[in-house]
């Protein structure tokens, strides 16, 4: 397949790049263009949090490729250039440096962008937010002098993530958050305790069940965080992680198919010709759930990526894959595999020493395996994502039992 005008990719993150390079994989020979708001060649946006912030990794390390990889492969990348609005009758998209570009078809690989504080303070210096390269940079120099009293507002993944790296760097870290324990809403109380044990560990004070009543500071500066109740945590700094939300503007604008993302098919395909979405702005139809699902994760993007290439480039595409997460905090190291919405209110069964943090846990209904996280036990997620995808029925006491192995399971719920 090829074309004049080709496929465009707008935005330049990992999604749009893997997307790349689906589509030359697949065969595709016509042109090939990126358009990344960001002045910087694709990268990966978990190092932010992870090595990259703590010191350990370099800023060559998150790139998705080597800046050779898209000449090689006739990528073309448009750095540091935003899409304003869609043409749809004309294939065409504007660009804010007054050109149109014309396509054949385009993707929206736009992602998401973090919440920032919606009340008091939020205009203060040394308040945060982390999504870009330049904001982890920001970060790493404000954190790795140490000796900082900062204070996190949410304790989702990003927030718990960043404050191991500052309590690494030696800073006083506290974390606000109005649920009841950490990652509450992703992976429910009892496994959120875990990690409200590890990070309590390690001199983090959580302030859950916790309100924000503002951010307070003087000569313009945040100095602190106003509590309900009136107490202040005083602050050298303040870091919001408070969610993230995908960036449709394009889509609503030009009449595409927008609920909680923009919505496409298992192929990636939106309401509107030739326009395709993927990563996390995308609500992509899942069949195994049988519904949609809009997820923000790295795998989203890494998985999701080349399949829409390969969508895009003519082949038949139907994307299929359990929603993957990892995280290091200190010396706890955690993969994870499944689907939020078969989760809700669901408690986990735990395989393994879940005081000594080495162990599985599994999210089951009607005794199948909807999710899993493998918490300092590696090479079992694989068989985690067998356990959901297989939909098969599981004895549970078996499941929880460390003696017998992952794999005579398996094949036990296969007969």
């Given at each position: ?7 465009v990719?707008v935005?330049?993150?990992l ?12 065969g ?5 263009r ?14 932010l949090?992870?090595?990259f912030l ?5 800023r060559e ?5 080597p ?5 090689e ?13 869609l ?6 998209v504007r ?6 570009l014309?396509?054949d ?10 919440r920032?504080w ?5 205009e203060l ?5 982390l ?20 204070v ?6 990003i927030?718990?993530?960043v404050?191991?790296a500052?309590r690494?760097?030696?800073?006083e ?10 990652l509450?809403a ?19 004070d ?7 009543d503002?951010?307070?500071g ?8 106003a509590?309900?109740?009136g107490?202040?945590?005083?602050a050298?700094?303040?870091i ?13 604008e030009a ?10 098919d ?19 139809y899942?069949?195994?759930?049988g519904?949609?699902l809009?997820?923000?994760h790295?795998a989203?993007?890494e998985?999701?990526?080349?399949a829409?290439g390969?969508s ?5 595409v139907?994307?299929?894959?359990p ?5 290091d ?5 955690m993969?994870y ?5 078969l989760?809700a209110?669901v408690?986990?069964?735990?395989r393994?020493?879940?005081?000594g943090?080495?162990?599985i ?8 395996v909807v ?6 036990v590696?090479?079992?997620n694989?068989?985690?994502q ?13 499941l929880v ?15």
């Amino acid at each position: 397949m090829s074309s004049e005008h080709g496929i465009v990719i707008v935005g330049g993150g990992l999604a749009g790049a893997r997307a790349a390079e689906g589509a030359r994989a697949a065969g595709y020979d016509g042109p090939v263009r990126i358009v990344a708001a960001e002045d910087a060649m694709p990268y990966i946006r978990p190092p932010l949090s992870k090595e990259f912030l703590n010191g350990t990794g370099t800023r060559e390390s998150v790139d998705v490729h080597p800046a050779e990889w898209y000449d090689e492969h006739r990528v073309e990348v448009l750095r540091g250039i935003r899409a304003t609005s869609l043409d749809l009758p004309s294939h065409r998209v504007r660009l804010d440096d007054g050109r149109d570009l014309g396509y054949d078809r385009l993707l929206l690989a736009t992602g998401s962008a973090p919440r920032h504080w919606p009340g008091a303070g939020a205009e203060l210096e040394g308040v945060h937010v982390l999504r870009t390269i330049g904001d982890s940079i920001a970060l790493r120099d404000l954190l790795s002098p140490g000796g900082r009293r900062i204070v996190l507002i949410g304790s989702g993944w990003i927030g718990l993530e960043v404050a191991a790296a500052a309590r690494g760097y030696g800073n006083e870290v506290t974390v606000v958050a109005p649920e009841a324990v950490p990652l509450q809403a992703a992976i429910g109380p009892t496994a959120g305790e875990v990690f409200a044990r590890l990070h309590r560990e390690h001199g983090v004070d959580l302030r859950m069940s916790t309100k924000v009543d503002g951010i307070v500071g003087d000569g313009g500066r945040a100095t602190g965080v106003a509590l309900e109740g009136g107490e202040v945590v005083p602050a050298d700094a303040v870091i919001v992680g408070i969610g993230a939300v995908p960036l449709t503007a394009l889509a609503e604008e030009a009449g595409i198919l927008v609920d909680n993302g923009v919505v496409t098919d298992a192929a990636f395909r939106t309401s509107a010709d030739e326009i395709y979405a993927v990563g996390d702005v995308a609500s992509v139809y899942q069949p195994f759930l049988g519904s949609h699902l809009r997820t923000e994760h790295w795998a989203t993007a890494e998985n999701q990526g080349p399949a829409a290439g390969r969508s895009m480039a003519g082949e038949a595409v139907e994307y299929d894959e359990p929603p993957y997460f990892y995280t290091d905090q200190y010396d706890l190291g955690m993969e994870y595999s499944g689907y939020g919405p078969l989760m809700a209110g669901v408690e986990p069964v735990f395989r393994g020493d879940v005081p000594g943090r080495e162990f599985i846990a599994f999210w089951l209904a009607d005794d199948r395996v909807v999710a899993g996280m493998n918490v300092n036990v590696w090479d079992v997620n694989e068989q985690v994502q067998e356990f959901i995808r297989s939909r098969a029925r599981v004895d549970v006491e078996r499941l929880v039992d460390p003696e017998v192995p992952l794999d005579v399971l398996l094949q036990e719920a296969r007969v």
